[in-house]
């Protein structure tokens, strides 16, 4: 179980990084 959310927290920033775009902005 633990190595699952371990690869969906890893999936999830690799997303965030690659639409970083859309992200900049709201945080901002």
Excluded: E, G, S, Y
Excluded at 5 to 27: F, G
């Amino acid at each position: 179980a633990i190595t699952a959310i371990m690869r969906k927290l890893i999936v999830l920033a690799n997303a965030l990084l690659r639409d970083n775009r859309l992200w900049t902005p709201k945080a901002a």
